[in-house]
């Protein structure tokens, strides 16, 4: 798995938009049952960036996965999609267990869990969100976290929008 860190990227342009849509209709289909409910939120227009398709996908899995394992009691996950001066920022919300400030700043560190996820029983490897930043930083974009304990998390990817496709 690591070995996929030497991976090369493939930047080409890219509808966040589209590859969000694709990825729900999937998604919501396999969270069937589940009683979880993904919402999704865009703008009118959604600007271009240049990514990597797999890359980004793999953003979005990771993101709406740890938002489905760390929910607790909720069931509801809200994806956003925005335009911010020259940042496009995906958002992925979920209102469950949260994450301390102590953590929030280790949580990016390979193979760091928190205490509580570990107590409950969640099962994970500590690698997703090493995989999220590391992808992030390749597309000259940044990463944050809004969370508070009980209260649930926020994840935000921010990517610069591609200005040469702009409308
Ligand atoms: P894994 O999910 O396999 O444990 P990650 O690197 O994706 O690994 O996440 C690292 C840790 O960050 C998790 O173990 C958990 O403690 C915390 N975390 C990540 N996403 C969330 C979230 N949405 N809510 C609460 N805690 C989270």
């Known amino acids: 798995k690591m070995d996929e860190d030497r991976k090369k990227f493939d930047f080409t342009h890219l509808d966040l938009n589209e590859l969000l849509a694709t990825f729900l209709e999937s998604t919501r289909e396999r969270l069937t049952g589940t009683g979880f409910s993904i919402r999704y939120d865009c703008p009118d227009r959604v600007p271009q960036i240049r990514a990597d398709k797999d890359a980004i996908l793999q953003i979005i899995y990771n993101l709406v996965d740890n938002a489905i394992k760390f929910s607790g ?12 001066e020259d ?9 469950g267990i949260g994450i301390s400030g102590k953590d929030q700043e280790k949580i990016f560190d390979r193979f760091y869990r928190a205490d509580e996820p570990r107590q409950m029983g969640i099962k994970g490897s500590g690698i997703g969100l090493t995989i999220v930043k590391r992808i992030t930083e390749a597309h000259q974009g940044q990463l944050t976290i809004e969370s508070k304990p009980g209260e649930g998390s926020t994840f935000c990817v921010h990517l610069p929008i591609d200005k040469n496709t702009e409308t």
């Not at 009691?73 to 994806?79: A, P």
């Open 73 to 84: 009691k909720s069931r509801q996950i809200d994806i956003r999609l925005f335009a911010i």
């Open 87 to 95: 940042e496009l920022q995906l958002s992925v919300k979920d209102y």
